[in-house]
């Protein structure tokens, strides 16, 4: 089964061919950064316009690097939330124009969900019920992940837990800001905190109150900027690297200490992460290191699939494909779409009760 992907939720556009939801024949990601790099983040308006030029050349490329038409595909994937609603729109209703003009099927994938595959490539043999660490810039989500069919086919998640207030790559984003870095932050903090001492500054960690799973990035954010004001040396290395790098242990430490829990309270066969922090050095390093202690399988995606990409958004895509559940027409972009909720019977519940 040959499905074309296309995502188009924030600031790349994307399209890719995947066979199978496993082989991935072409893959092509155009990075807007340059265009929201002078703002400091993505500006919304600017994101749209650069799809509506982008879209048409990009889901080209992808066909001819798989040397394809659109004759020979069988479906169509394409995001449909959550992301910028502009965004989002332009992305989908390409893909709905391909999808009336040719007679293929058409199914709206979310984006998380995508993310969740993007781990599948390479390891297609993830054993479930996994716990699924999603961490990007828009989110970050911790999900108990079921699956019927025993693989990928078929896959039902619940969420166990979800950041309070800003997402981790919103926080490397915003510290960035701060430090007068660059757009995107995360890769840029990555790369200096390897210069720096991670125990140097000591950050608070937050206590959320109650026992739930949840996160909260928003108060180490402030913690910086308090720093900063205090002493504006910190914005010049070399304490500008340590800051970085304890910044980055403490943002770490707070998903891996939560995800842990998790994983004793709920005894998953398997941990994945995944979303454009998973792209993140130190991150992979630590959950692989103390996976292993805790003798827990632990998957995550090669850095070209962490950050956003279309082959995920076909893998997801190609799944739906398989159980039927193709969209017409009417379907519409939701930019709050939810993957799961937390639910009365959700995995939450047997810890608190
Ligand atoms: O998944 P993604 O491409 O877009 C969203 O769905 O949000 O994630 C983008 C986020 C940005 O906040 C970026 O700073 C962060 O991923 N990021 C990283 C790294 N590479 C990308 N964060 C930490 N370390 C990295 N190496
Ligand atoms: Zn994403």
Redesign the pocket.
């Given at each position: 089964m040959l499905v074309l992907g296309i995502e188009t939720?924030?600031?790349?556009t994307a399209a890719s061919i995947v066979k199978d939801g496993r082989e991935i024949l072409s893959n092509v990601i155009y990075s807007q950064v340059k265009t929201h790099a002078a703002y400091g983040g993505v500006v919304p308006e600017l994101a749209s316009r650069e799809h509506l030029l982008k879209i048409r050349p990009i889901v080209d490329q992808a066909f001819a690097d798989a040397g394809m038409s659109l004759a020979d595909i069988d479906g169509i994937a394409a995001t449909s939330g959550p992301?910028l609603i502009g965004s989002l729109l332009v992305g989908l209703t390409y893909a709905k124009g391909l999808s009336f003009s040719t007679h293929k099927p058409l199914v709206a994938v979310n984006?998380i969900e995508g993310?969740i595959y993007s781990v599948s490539f390479e390891h297609p043999d993830v054993e479930f019920p996994a716990l699924a660490l999603v961490?990007?810039?828009?989110?970050t989500n911790l999900f108990w992940v079921e699956s019927e069919s025993g693989d990928f086919r078929h896959l039902k998640y619940k969420l166990v837990g979800k950041t309070r207030d800003d997402?981790?790559?919103?926080a490397?984003?915003k510290v960035?800001k701060l430090l007068g870095l660059g757009?995107?932050?995360?890769?840029i903090?990555?790369?200096l905190a390897k210069q720096g001492n991670r125990h140097s500054i000591a950050f608070s960690k937050v206590k959320i109150s109650d026992r739930s799973l949840d996160f909260s990035f928003s108060g180490i954010k402030t913690a910086v900027l308090r720093m900063i004001k205090e002493n504006e040396q910190l914005k010049e290395d070399p304490l500008r690297l340590d800051l970085c790098a304890s910044f980055?242990e403490t943002v770490i430490d707070m998903l891996w200490s939560t995800t842990s829990r998790a994983a004793e309270l709920l005894q998953p066969r398997s941990v994945l992460l995944s979303?454009?922090?998973?792209?993140?050095?130190r991150?992979r390093e630590v959950f692989v290191e103390r996976c292993a202690e805790a003798g827990l399988k632990f998957h995550y995606p090669k850095?070209i699939l962490?950050?956003?990409n279309a082959a995920m958004i076909a893998a997801a895509g190609t799944a739906k494909l398989l159980r039927g559940e193709t969209v017409d027409m009417e379907v519409n972009a939701d930019p709050n779409m939810r993957l799961a909720v937390s639910d009365r019977n959700s995995p939450k519940r047997r810890w608190k009760a």
């Open positions: 939720s924030c600031d790349e992301g984006h993310h961490v990007s810039g828009g989110h997402a981790a790559g919103e490397y984003d960035a757009y995107p932050g995360g890769p903090i990555d790369r980055q979303g454009g922090v998973a792209a993140n050095s991150l850095p962490t950050t956003d």
